[in-house]
């Protein structure tokens, strides 16, 4: 799955008001009891809860310290303090988060159709708050703690956490449960991922820029499994390629027109 799209025409035309609304009226009929979903989700759709995306401009930033320095196993070496100081303010900025339409929007999903599994790359845990029974999180979550001793991982909602924080069993220090720059997919997350993608009729792709792999891969990966592939963006994505409907637009005002009434 590391191979990049194939070249698409530079110039396509951008769907109208109309051809939004024909696109979602056609998908939201052809779910049935028995059509099995993923959701493939990145930062767009958390942003309109408040979560800040970190691609670029002003929330991209924490004491002038960009989060590239900061969410690697160096960083981590070099100053675990300064690190779990940035966590830290990430913890206590989500949970002050709501979920919002397009996180229900996909629970609503879930009482109209046989599975909707949820593969994110976001760490907010927004999808459970929503009540997302079926969410593999690629990338790891703000809430997991993992001990660089015994290697306990324990899910942890206190904010704000001591400076250090240390593991309740051997004492050892611990460090956020998340994926960072440089660390590799845990491989059942990732074989699970694969296998969701893989085993669906329509995979729906939000808010994420396809292009940070292996996960932009797995469009194409459920595109070439026979699953039609629905985008939802402000702006067409790296996946683009392997989609059959683009759907613009903030995904917490579109999504919500995909769930059919039940």
Not at 140 to 153: D, F, H, K, N, Y
Not at 186 to 208: E, F, H, K, N, W
Not at 233 to 240: A, H, Y
Request: aromatic content about 6%; some cysteine; hydrophobic content about 40%.
């Amino acid at each position: 799955m590391a191979q990049g799209p194939p070249s698409r025409n530079p110039t396509p035309r951008k769907p109208t008001v109309n051809d939004v609304r024909d696109t979602l009226a056609r998908l939201r009929a052809a779910i049935t009891p028995t059509t099995r979903i993923c959701a493939l989700t990145g930062a767009g759709i958390s942003a309109a809860s408040g979560v800040p995306t970190f691609r670029g401009g002003h929330d991209s930033l924490w004491e002038n310290v960009r989060p590239e320095e900061l969410a690697t196993p160096q960083a981590f070496e070099r100053d675990p303090a300064k690190v779990w100081r940035w966590y830290d303010w990430r913890r206590g900025l989500v949970s002050n988060c709501e979920p919002n339409a397009a996180h229900l929007a996909l629970v609503g999903l879930e009482a109209a159709c046989e599975r909707v599994t949820v593969v994110t790359q976001n760490v907010d845990g927004l999808h459970q708050r929503a009540g997302s029974r079926h969410v593999l999180e690629f990338h790891g979550s703000l809430w997991t703690l993992r001990c660089l001793g015994c290697g306990r991982e324990t899910e942890n909602h206190v904010t704000p956490l001591p400076p250090l924080p240390a593991c309740s069993v051997c004492g050892g220090l611990m460090r956020p449960g998340v994926v960072w720059f440089g660390e590799a997919i845990d491989p059942q997350v990732m074989r699970d991922s694969v296998d969701a993608v893989g085993d669906c009729d329509l995979l729906l792709v939000i808010g994420t820029s396809g292009l940070v792999y292996p996960a932009a891969g797995l469009a194409r990966a459920g595109k070439e499994s026979g699953a039609t592939v629905a985008e939802f963006n402000l702006e067409e994505g790296g996946v683009s390629a392997w989609v059959d409907h683009f759907i613009p637009g903030g995904a917490h005002e579109t999504l919500p027109l995909l769930v059919p009434e039940v």
